[in-house]
Structure formats: structure tokens, C-alpha cells
């Protein structure tokens, strides 16, 4: 049995040990964080916000009364204010948004994966190899159907 294997979100102890877990890993690649004990006013909601150097963030969320306890949603995103030249990579994660590149999003399947994601994830915001200088794609104009060709 591993160290995180069982927890659950539904469980606050639990919760407050995978928040603590994530804490770790902000520490330990110097990512700036908050610690949200009551996410968004929801007693059974913790999170904890990350943001790296260069904007990079997201915000992980442990929700006790989430219908899918096993499975994890990563928002990352660009943060107001950042020069638009600066891009997520597109190796970073999961699903990157193709048109600007400045948001993403990662889907994780229980806890300890997220954890190591999460670790090779933060360990990039540090060397700053998560993002780039770059130009998003141009605009590209699209022909909307009619619901039924003639």
C-alpha cells in the first residue's frame, strides 16, 4: 500500500492531505501558492492556487461532494496581465488550447497520478521551460453550415 492510496476527497482529512501533498511540491520547486480552506465560500471545498514566475497558473480544487471522486480536472492558464507573446509549450499538458495557447488542461485519474504529473508539471514552471516566446495562431475565418445542405 502506498502513502496516498484510499484517500478520498469526499473524506476533509483526506482532502487536507492531498492539498498538504501539493503544498509540498510548490515548496520544493519554489512555486508561489495560496491555501484555500473554504474554495469560493464551500465548506466541503479546499484548494490551493499556484503561480509560477511566468504566469503560468492554475488552481486545483478538492471537492468533497464531487460526483467523480477519483478523477481530476488541471485548469492551467496564462494570468491577467501576462505579455501575450508568452505561450504555454505544447508539450506542457494534456489538451492545449491550439488557436492562442494560453490555456490548458491536464485529466488526471487518482491522486498519486496527479501528484507525479504535478511534479514533473511544477518542476517545469521552475525552469521555465513550461512556456515560450511566441505568436499565437492567426484567426482563421469559418463557414458556418446550414443546419441542412440543399
Same mark, same amino acid.
Given at each position: +500500500?502506498?502513502?496516498?492510496?484510499?484517500?478520498?476527497?469526499?473524506?476533509?482529512?483526506?482532502? %487536507?492531505? +492531498?492539498?498538504?501533498?501539493?503544498?509540498?511540491?510548490?515548496?520544493?520547486?519554489?512555486?508561489?501558492?495560496?491555501?484555500?480552506?473554504?474554495?469560493?465560500?464551500?465548506?466541503? @471545498?479546499?484548494?490551493?492556487?499556484? %503561480? =509560477?514566475?511566468?504566469?503560468?497558473?492554475?488552481?486545483?480544487?478538492?471537492? =468533497?461532494?464531487?460526483?467523480?471522486? %477519483?478523477?481530476?480536472? @488541471?485548469?492551467?492558464? +496564462?494570468?491577467?496581465?501576462?505579455?501575450?507573446?508568452?505561450?504555454?509549450?505544447?508539450?506542457?499538458?494534456?489538451?492545449?488550447?491550439?488557436?492562442?495557447? &494560453?490555456?490548458?488542461?491536464?485529466?488526471?485519474? =487518482?491522486?498519486?497520478?496527479?501528484?507525479?504529473? +504535478?511534479?514533473?508539471?511544477? !518542476?517545469?514552471?521552475?525552469?521555465?521551460?513550461?512556456?515560450?516566446? =511566441?505568436?499565437?495562431? !492567426?484567426?482563421?475565418?469559418? &463557414?458556418?453550415?446550414?443546419?441542412?445542405?440543399?
Amino acid at each position: +500500500m502506498t502513502l496516498y492510496e484510499g484517500l478520498k476527497r469526499s473524506r476533509k482529512k483526506d482532502r %487536507e492531505i +492531498m492539498m498538504r501533498a501539493l503544498e509540498r511540491l510548490c515548496k520544493r520547486f519554489n512555486i508561489a501558492y495560496n491555501i484555500h480552506s473554504k474554495w469560493l465560500g464551500q465548506p466541503r @471545498v479546499c484548494a490551493i492556487e499556484l %503561480e =509560477g514566475p511566468t504566469g503560468l497558473t492554475t488552481v486545483v480544487d478538492f471537492d =468533497g461532494e464531487d460526483g467523480l471522486q %477519483e478523477y481530476f480536472l @488541471v485548469s492551467w492558464h +496564462m494570468a491577467v496581465g501576462t505579455p501575450k507573446e508568452i505561450i504555454i509549450k505544447g508539450d506542457f499538458a494534456g489538451d492545449i488550447n491550439a488557436y492562442h495557447r &494560453r490555456k490548458a488542461t491536464d485529466v488526471f485519474r =487518482g491522486f498519486e497520478v496527479l501528484l507525479r504529473h +504535478m511534479s514533473v508539471r511544477l !518542476q517545469r514552471i521552475a525552469e521555465g521551460s513550461a512556456t515560450e516566446i =511566441g505568436q499565437p495562431k !492567426q484567426a482563421v475565418s469559418t &463557414r458556418i453550415l446550414p443546419s441542412t445542405e440543399q
